[in-house]
């Protein structure tokens, strides 16, 4: 069965600065999905950032990058000039690709507080 | 609609209390999933729909969970006799696409249950 470890429960980071949140997983495939969601306190998650598992770009939107390390099985997001709206709880989620599967495997977050 | 809908926001239920729970996802979207995030956690998989037919509900943590989605858009999760162990955020995401193809879904902003 896939795990996603996420092992920084809280985060600070000062406004304008750059943080990184980690993330590691386990699984046997090959292919798959790995993706960053943002949840605010109106807990609608919204996803940040997505990579596929055989690109071995990594996947830039905006100010939030990833750093895939398809060998070590982690997968950590760079959030630079960070902003007071970035202040959330974020996850790291996979998924297997094609099949009966595509159902989102979540870590368990991590709570990201941006100072002003 | 424009986004996801999930009513009621919050609903506190006594125990062993009936309670339904509504999603009405993005008009066209294919597929719909039932999410249940704890106090603390990330969200975990219920249960999918592809249009009106539930293909996965592999995680439904019991009998007493039970959800539908008969015309192939608005889903009801209902969830008989709760528990204080049901107390949670229940999330409900969309996709147009069907479930395979990886791309990040659409979630709603969820529905507290706390049961007493």
């Known amino acids: 069965a896939q795990t996603v470890t996420q092992s920084q429960p809280e985060m600070s980071v000062q406004e304008a600065e750059t943080v990184t949140l980690s993330c590691t997983y386990d699984?046997?495939?090959?292919?798959?999905?790995l993706f960053w969601y943002k949840q605010p306190p109106s807990r609608q998650m919204i996803l940040v950032i997505r990579q596929e598992a055989y690109k071995q770009q990594n996947a830039t939107e905006n100010r939030f990058s990833v750093n895939f390390q398809k060998a070590a099985k982690s997968f950590s997001l760079k959030i630079s000039d960070s902003q007071l709206g970035d202040a959330a709880m974020y996850f790291c989620?996979?998924?297997?690709?094609?099949?009966?599967?595509?159902?989102?495997?979540f870590g368990k977050g991590t709570k990201l507080s941006v100072k002003p | 609609g424009a986004g996801v809908s999930q009513s009621p926001r919050y609903k506190v239920a006594k125990r062993g209390q009936d309670v339904a729970l509504r999603c009405d996802p993005i008009?066209?979207?294919?597929?719909l999933f039932w999410y249940q995030q704890a106090l603390g956690q990330g969200p975990e998989f219920l249960t999918y729909?592809?249009?009106?037919?539930?293909?996965?509900k592999s995680g439904l943590p019991s009998d007493r969970f039970f959800a539908e989605r008969p015309e192939g858009s608005v889903s009801t999760l209902k969830i008989q006799r709760t528990q204080q162990e049901d107390s949670a955020v229940y999330l409900c995401?969309?996709?147009?696409?069907?479930?395979?193809?990886?791309?990040?879904?659409?979630f709603g902003s969820g529905t507290r249950l706390t049961v007493v």
């Open positions: 729909f592809q249009n009106e037919a539930q293909l996965d």
């Open positions: 995401a969309s996709s147009l696409a069907g479930r395979t193809l990886g791309y990040g879904y659409t």
């Open positions: 008009s066209g979207h294919v597929s």
């Open positions: 699984t046997s495939e090959s292919d798959y999905y």
């Open positions: 989620a996979f998924m297997n690709y094609g099949g009966s599967q595509g159902n989102l495997i």
